[in-house]
């Protein structure tokens, strides 16, 4: 008899969680291929603006109230202060600095919100004393939401990868 109200038991419950529909983070959304491609698009329009120091282009990628902080951990809230800090940026150690971003992965979550993974190689960087700075790499975590149609970035970080020492290992470490 115990065994049989445990089965019940076990059946009931197997009943209710059957009739709940699946959690969306367990069936993310499909997303279209036009979605895909203009978000990759946003990362093309940054990285060209970027590269022809066009501080204002480069701000109108992010959304209006987008956040921006860069791979030495400076913050900028809204297009005005993202431009602002282009601007100087472009007048000082980017002005001969160009840029290339490749997406690697997009993530959905609603039809209107995406995190992207992409890589960036910048060249051209100048140093505090004028001199050219080696070539830096990074990594971008960007989300992008879909505002009237259009994907604009509304969070935006980037770290940069360490440069790589001789002898030095050259692939991520593995934990015990």
């Known amino acids: 008899m115990r065994l049989h109200r445990i089965f019940a038991t076990l059946l009931t419950v197997l009943g209710v969680a059957i009739s709940f529909p699946a959690y969306p983070a367990q069936n993310p959304p499909k997303a279209s291929d036009a979605d895909s491609a203009a978000i990759k698009q946003v990362f093309t329009d940054f990285y060209e603006n970027f590269s022809r120091h066009d501080a204002h282009a480069v701000a109108m990628v992010f959304a209006e ?18 431009e602002a800090w282009f601007v100087s940026l472009f007048a000082g150690s980017l002005k001969d600095a160009h840029r290339t971003d490749i997406v690697r992965s997009i993530r959905y979550f609603t039809p209107e919100v995406a995190t992207v993974d992409a890589d960036t190689v910048i060249t051209g960087t100048k140093a505090a004393d004028g001199s050219e700075m080696p070539l830096r790499k990074g990594v971008m975590i960007v989300t992008v939401t879909k505002q009237n149609g259009r994907w604009l970035i509304a969070t935006f970080h980037e770290a940069e990868f360490p440069e790589v020492r001789p002898g030095s290992a050259d692939r991520p470490t593995s934990n015990p």
Do not use: A, Y
Request: positive net charge.
């Open 65 to 82: 109230d987008g956040d921006f902080t860069n791979m030495r951990g400076v913050h900028r809230r809204g297009r005005k202060d993202i």
